[in-house]
């Protein structure tokens, strides 16, 4: 903890307000950071979209049309944003209230606001979500990374390593509030898949394991890419599924602890994978093609499997290896690694770095 508390305005995602699952991981991600440094004693005021829905924390709501998501893009697409860009929007408010702050910390993973850097009387550290997915990104961040050392933040080596940086830069994993994360110990037989339906999250592989295992396979997240989930229901109109929507994270828990493991079947370097760290706080292994930040977190025979990428035979196998995994190990690697009080560290240790206390 540091002596000194700190004024921090946190600017969120433009891609949808909080609450609604548009933003994916970084909805979590900004909740506990933000949470974890308010019990830390910090300032702190978030900037997001209008009709974002956390009433339990200070968020200041901001007018515009939404970005258009970086996964959708093709990585030579120039940079383009709508007419009264909610994105340009609220980098305005930060620009008009900075002086009131002490650091600025941006979510988006967009150009925008790694542009404005220099154009900013206060620094800006940049928490980048995902691995490179555009060329004009990939530039702006190697240059933000040289004019301003340290300012650059990433969740995993794997996702770090996208980007080629020589210059310094942060490595933060992520945290979660382990006790909204009930341990069990009996799950039933079932899987979980958790994540936006949306084509780099490959569900596709996870529902082939359910109708070659004859296990049912529980569904949860933000519906984003409608066309590709009904390809997927056409694809497998017999295989065991269900899906439950985007539940909220008690909801979500409830499900997930009761399954005999999580799959995870992303085609893209996943940045982290939150929801491999809330399995594992439920006591639930993470089966996981062994590509992005899931092959940093799980440990391959104790917390779960690490699999050839996409192979879907090497998914059912682990998933007939699941009788080695000890549950508790799971629940404990979450509490010690993956805690909001390691993750608040990680943060403040950032934070100081770039302000040079
Ligand atoms: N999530 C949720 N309810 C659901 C399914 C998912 O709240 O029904 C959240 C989950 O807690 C996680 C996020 O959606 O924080 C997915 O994030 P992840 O880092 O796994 O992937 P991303 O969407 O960022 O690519």
Same mark, same amino acid.
Not at 30 to 45: D, K, P, S, T, V
Not at 179 to 190: D, G, H, R, T, V
């Given at each position: 903890?540091?002596?000194? $508390? @700190?004024?921090?305005?946190?600017?969120?995602?433009?891609?949808?307000?909080?609450?609604?699952?548009?933003?994916?991981?970084?909805?979590?991600?900004?909740?506990?950071?933000?949470?974890?440094?308010?019990?830390?004693?910090?300032?702190? %005021?978030?900037?997001?979209?209008?009709?974002?829905?956390?009433?339990? @924390?200070?968020?200041? %709501?901001?007018?515009?049309?939404?970005?258009?998501? =970086?996964?959708?893009?093709? #990585?030579?697409?120039?940079?383009?944003?709508?007419?009264?860009?909610?994105?340009?929007?609220? *980098?305005?408010?930060? #620009?008009?209230?900075?002086?009131?702050?002490?650091?600025?910390?941006?979510?988006?993973?967009?150009?925008?606001?790694?542009?404005?850097?220099? !154009?900013?009387?206060?620094?800006?550290?940049?928490?980048?979500?995902?691995?490179?997915?555009?060329?004009?990104?990939?530039?702006?961040?190697?240059?933000? =990374?040289?004019?301003? $050392? &340290?300012?650059?933040?990433?969740?995993?080596?794997? %996702?770090?390593?996208?980007?080629?940086?020589?210059?310094?830069?942060?490595?933060? &994993?992520?945290?979660?509030? /382990?006790?909204?994360?009930?341990?069990?110990?009996?799950? +039933?037989?079932?899987?979980? *898949?958790?994540?936006?339906?949306?084509?780099?999250?490959?569900?596709?592989?996870?529902?082939?394991?359910?109708?070659?295992?004859?296990?049912?396979?529980?569904?949860?997240? +933000?519906?984003?890419? +409608?066309?590709?989930?009904?390809?997927?229901?056409?694809?497998?109109?017999?295989?065991? !599924?269900?899906?439950?929507?985007?539940?909220?994270?008690?909801?979500?828990?409830?499900? /997930?602890?009761?399954?005999?493991?999580?799959?995870?079947?992303?085609?893209?370097?996943?940045?982290?994978?939150?929801?491999?760290?809330?399995?594992?706080?439920?006591?639930?292994?993470?089966?996981?093609?062994?590509?992005?930040?899931? =092959?940093?977190?799980?440990?391959?025979?104790?917390?779960?499997?690490?699999?050839? $990428?996409?192979?879907?035979?090497?998914? /059912?196998?682990? /998933?007939?290896?699941?009788?080695?995994?000890?549950?508790?190990?799971?629940?404990?690697?979450?509490?010690?690694?993956?805690?909001?009080?390691?993750?608040?560290?990680?943060?403040?240790?950032?934070?100081?770095?770039? @302000?040079? !206390?």
């Amino acid at each position: 903890m540091t002596s000194k $508390p @700190l004024r921090l305005l946190f600017v969120s995602t433009p891609v949808g307000p909080l609450g609604t699952g548009l933003g994916g991981g970084v909805e979590l991600t900004l909740y506990n950071i933000a949470q974890e440094m308010i019990r830390r004693g910090h300032q702190l %005021q978030i900037v997001a979209p209008s009709d974002s829905t956390w009433d339990s @924390l200070p968020v200041v %709501q901001i007018p515009g049309n939404l970005q258009i998501i =970086a996964q959708s893009q093709e #990585r030579t697409d120039p940079i383009t944003m709508p007419e009264n860009s909610v994105l340009a929007n609220m *980098w305005d408010y930060a #620009r008009q209230v900075q002086g009131e702050y002490d650091l600025i910390v941006n979510f988006a993973y967009d150009w925008l606001p790694l542009y404005l850097t220099p !154009f900013f009387q206060r620094p800006i550290a940049h928490l980048i979500s995902m691995g490179s997915l555009s060329n004009a990104l990939d530039q702006i961040i190697r240059q933000v =990374a040289t004019q301003f $050392p &340290s300012t650059i933040g990433f969740h995993s080596l794997a %996702q770090a390593a996208t980007f080629v940086l020589d210059e310094q830069f942060f490595c933060l &994993s992520n945290g979660i509030d /382990v006790s909204l994360y009930e341990f069990c110990a009996q799950p +039933k037989q079932q899987l979980a *898949w958790v994540g936006r339906i949306s084509p780099e999250k490959g569900l596709e592989d996870a529902i082939a394991v359910a109708q070659i295992t004859h296990i049912p396979l529980k569904i949860m997240g +933000k519906l984003q890419d +409608k066309s590709y989930w009904e390809q997927i229901r056409q694809n497998y109109p017999n295989a065991p !599924f269900e899906y439950l929507g985007f539940l909220s994270t008690s909801q979500m828990q409830q499900v /997930v602890r009761q399954c005999r493991a999580l799959l995870m079947t992303h085609r893209w370097v996943e940045a982290f994978g939150n929801v491999a760290i809330e399995a594992l706080a439920c006591g639930v292994p993470v089966i996981s093609y062994r590509r992005g930040g899931p =092959a940093e977190i799980v440990k391959d025979g104790k917390t779960g499997f690490l699999v050839e $990428p996409d192979s879907i035979p090497g998914l /059912v196998n682990a /998933v007939s290896r699941l009788d080695e995994i000890n549950r508790h190990t799971c629940r404990a690697s979450a509490e010690t690694e993956f805690s909001l009080e390691a993750l608040g560290d990680r943060f403040e240790q950032w934070f100081m770095e770039i @302000l040079n !206390f």
